[in-house]
């Protein structure tokens, strides 16, 4: 029978392994989490067996990727929202800093995976990054949407100042010139017999039709303005409220239960 010798009789176990304080200072990328030291008996097909053994827990330490790398991402999918506001016919300002906020996060993508272990399964960093890399493109590729639309708005424009120009070369036409009522003849003054109707005088309206113009600002980017915010805050809560229930920050269990728990 084997059993930790610890300074507590009540409970041997728990202080039968200790660790020195310098352990935290030594190792910054880590932090110590729990320390699970516990009995088990092993059964083989020889018989059973006491066995000691002790579990230590270490966390990544999740304030430096925090401040290096998700809150620079979360800055550059927010500055990708800026071109949303910029005037559509400004291509070379919207096309710039799409293409910027591409590179910059593809650079942080690359040189944070270069400083990670590689690994054949996707980390929680990953996803995340992943995501502001994909709102980023999205921003993209919404101003290629914004430049179709806007060219099918010229087309209209244009088809706008043809039928506009018909229109008004109708109400030119259809101005009716107003008859002598006195003509002059020899040596009396008569009225002029009037040769248009009567009733179509009386009724002929000249064209009030005005074509609809097209809209100056594109919809998209009023829906683009609501959705990517709205999008981007919720996968925000969701991710880190994962991140932090599998980390374990939520669950209220103690260490001493979680190394009973374990076989």
């Known amino acids: 029978m084997y059993r930790w010798c610890g300074k507590s009789p009540d409970k041997p176990c728990s202080h039968a392994v200790t660790i020195q304080e310098y352990i935290d200072d030594s ?70 800093l799409g293409i910027l906020t591409v590179l910059t996060e593809t650079q942080l993508m690359t040189s944070t995976n270069r ?19 994909l709102m980023v493109v999205l921003a993209l590729g919404e101003y290629a949407l914004v430049a179709y639309s806007t060219k099918k708005r010229n087309d209209q424009m244009k088809r706008w100042e043809k039928k506009k120009q018909r229109l008004e070369k109708l109400q030119r036409e259809q101005r009716l010139p107003q008859p002598d009522l006195i003509a002059e003849t020899s040596d009396e003054f008569q009225l002029a017999a009037c040769t248009c109707p009567v009733e179509h005088m009386a009724t002929e309206q000249p064209l009030s039709l005005e074509p609809e113009k097209p809209r100056n600002i594109s919809r998209i980017d009023f829906t683009a303005r609501i959705v990517f915010p709205i999008a981007f805050t919720i996968f925000n809560f969701v991710y880190w409220l994962l991140l932090l229930y599998k980390a374990g920050r939520l669950t209220t269990q103690t260490a001493e239960e979680e190394c009973s728990q374990n076989p």
């Open 115 to 133: 400083q990670l272990p590689p690994v054949s399964y996707v980390k929680a960093i990953d996803i995340f990054l992943g995501t502001c890399y």
């Open 27 to 96: 190792m910054p990328k880590f932090y110590m989490g729990s320390l699970c030291v516990n009995v088990t008996t092993a059964v083989t097909s020889s018989g059973s067996y006491v066995r000691l053994w002790v579990s230590f827990d270490f966390h990544r330490n999740a304030g430096f990727y925090v401040m290096q790398v998700c809150v620079p991402a979360i800055l550059v999918v927010c500055i990708s929202w800026v071109s949303f506001w910029i005037n559509r016919d400004s291509a070379p300002a919207r096309t710039s």
